[in-house]
Every structure is written in structure tokens, then in C-alpha cells.
């Protein structure tokens, strides 16, 4: 039987609340949970830096749990924007994670070449999500400010990367705590516009 995990039960109990207009979603459930996703992406996206850094042999198993987290991601939205948009969002950031593991691969082995066209790719996959979420919900999420928010999170993320595959492991530790205030900045601009958005499936509170 495939696990699943405790945020996917808090999520799928999130999802009903919502399916039933009589049980309106807590705003701060929903604020919490949406941190707790996006504070897990990019924990597990260091856990695997460090792994492939050092070829560890948890690395694989380690980018397997990163990967369920995008799935975890895309069904959170799922409720609101359909099964459709939640899968593809689930698409566009396991291609985020999976151009970023190329990247780590190709810098690891001083390829210039390879290492160049991933971060060319891993950049163009931010601005395809900067615009699927605008597209998902223009009012609340600007494009810009979307777009400025994933450039930022995929700077600070190489930056770590390259401190730690250059053994500047206090630059690396910096890095991380830099990226999770980031990424919690940019969890409650999503959980803050879905509820602006879908005030009906939300309490008051």
C-alpha cells in the first residue's frame, strides 16, 4: 500500500472542508499547511544538495521525497483550480527539481557546457510558473511580483548549492536560513491570495 503522508491527510481534510459549504476552511489551517509545504520543498531540496555533493547513497531516495513534496504542492490547489491545474503545477515543479538536480550533476562534474544550459532551462521553468500562477489567479498574484519571487528563490538556492559543493559550509548554513524566510514569504502570498480569491470557503476568522 503506497504511504501517505500526515500533510496529505491535512490537505485531503482541508479539500472536504471546503467541498462542503456547511464546513468552511480555518484561514489559519490553511496558512499553516501551505508554510509547512513549501518550508518541506526547500528543506528537501538541501537535504539532496548535500547528498549529491558528497555522493552520498540516500541522494536518489532523497530527490524521491523531494519529488512527492511537488505532488503534495499541487494537490493543495487542487480543490480550488481543478484537478487539471494541480497536476500541471505538480509537472512544472518536478521539471523545477529535476533541472536543478542536472544543474547540481553537471556542476559537481565541472561540466560548463551542461551546467549552463540547465541553468538557462531552470530559469525559464520559474517564469512558466511565475505565469501559471498568475494565470491561476491575476488579481492577487502579479506577474512581476511572481516572477521577481522565483528569481530570488532560485538564486539563493544556487548560491547554496555552490557554497556547499565548494566546502564553504558557513556561507552554505547562511544560505539556507536566507531561503527559508524567503520561501515563507512566498508560501503566504499563495495562501493569502487563494483566500482572498475564495473568500466563500473560508471562516471569517
Same mark, same amino acid.
Given at each position: 500500500?503506497?504511504?501517505?503522508?500526515?500533510?496529505?491527510?491535512?490537505?485531503?481534510?482541508?479539500?472536504?472542508?471546503?467541498?462542503?459549504?456547511?464546513?468552511?476552511?480555518?484561514?489559519?489551517?490553511?496558512?499553516?499547511?501551505?508554510?509547512?509545504?513549501?518550508?518541506?520543498?526547500?528543506?528537501?531540496?538541501?537535504?539532496?544538495?548535500?547528498?549529491?555533493? %558528497?555522493? &552520498?547513497? *540516500?541522494?536518489? /531516495? +532523497? #530527490?524521491?521525497? !523531494?519529488?512527492?513534496?511537488? =505532488?503534495?504542492?499541487?494537490? $493543495?490547489?487542487?480543490?480550488?483550480?481543478?484537478?487539471?491545474?494541480?497536476?500541471?503545477?505538480? %509537472?512544472? &515543479?518536478? *521539471?523545477?527539481? /529535476? +533541472? #536543478?538536480?542536472? !544543474?547540481?550533476?553537471?556542476? =559537481?562534474?565541472?561540466?560548463? $557546457?551542461?551546467?549552463?544550459?540547465?541553468?538557462?532551462?531552470?530559469?525559464?521553468?520559474?517564469?512558466?510558473?511565475?505565469?501559471?500562477?498568475?494565470?491561476?489567479?491575476?488579481?492577487?498574484?502579479?506577474?512581476?511580483?511572481?516572477?521577481?519571487?522565483?528569481?530570488?528563490?532560485?538564486?539563493?538556492?544556487?548560491?547554496?548549492?555552490?557554497?556547499?559543493?565548494?566546502?564553504?559550509?558557513?556561507?552554505?548554513?547562511?544560505?539556507?536560513?536566507?531561503?527559508?524566510?524567503?520561501?515563507?514569504?512566498?508560501?503566504?502570498?499563495?495562501?493569502?491570495?487563494?483566500?482572498?480569491?475564495?473568500?466563500?470557503?473560508?471562516?471569517?476568522?
Amino acid at each position: 500500500m503506497k504511504r501517505i503522508s500526515k500533510m496529505a491527510i491535512l490537505l485531503l481534510g482541508l479539500c472536504l472542508g471546503a467541498a462542503n459549504p456547511a464546513s468552511a476552511l480555518s484561514k489559519t489551517a490553511f496558512h499553516d499547511a501551505m508554510r509547512k509545504l513549501w518550508e518541506d520543498h526547500v528543506t528537501w531540496t538541501r537535504l539532496y544538495i548535500v547528498s549529491a555533493a %558528497a555522493g &552520498l547513497p *540516500d541522494a536518489q /531516495l +532523497t #530527490a524521491n521525497r !523531494l519529488l512527492q513534496n511537488q =505532488k503534495d504542492i499541487g494537490d $493543495a490547489v487542487a480543490d480550488f483550480y481543478g484537478r487539471p491545474a494541480a497536476d500541471q503545477l505538480t %509537472a512544472l &515543479l518536478k *521539471d523545477h527539481i /529535476l +533541472t #536543478a538536480a542536472n !544543474l547540481v550533476g553537471a556542476a =559537481k562534474a565541472n561540466d560548463q $557546457a551542461k551546467a549552463a544550459a540547465a541553468k538557462k532551462r531552470w530559469y525559464e521553468n520559474a517564469d512558466e510558473i511565475a505565469a501559471f500562477l498568475h494565470k491561476a489567479n491575476p488579481d492577487h498574484w502579479p506577474l512581476a511580483a511572481l516572477q521577481s519571487a522565483m528569481k530570488t528563490h532560485l538564486d539563493q538556492t544556487l548560491d547554496d548549492a555552490t557554497h556547499r559543493l565548494q566546502g564553504k559550509y558557513s556561507d552554505d548554513i547562511k544560505d539556507y536560513d536566507a531561503i527559508v524566510q524567503h520561501i515563507l514569504m512566498m508560501a503566504d502570498t499563495l495562501s493569502d491570495g487563494i483566500v482572498a480569491q475564495f473568500p466563500q470557503k473560508f471562516d471569517t476568522k
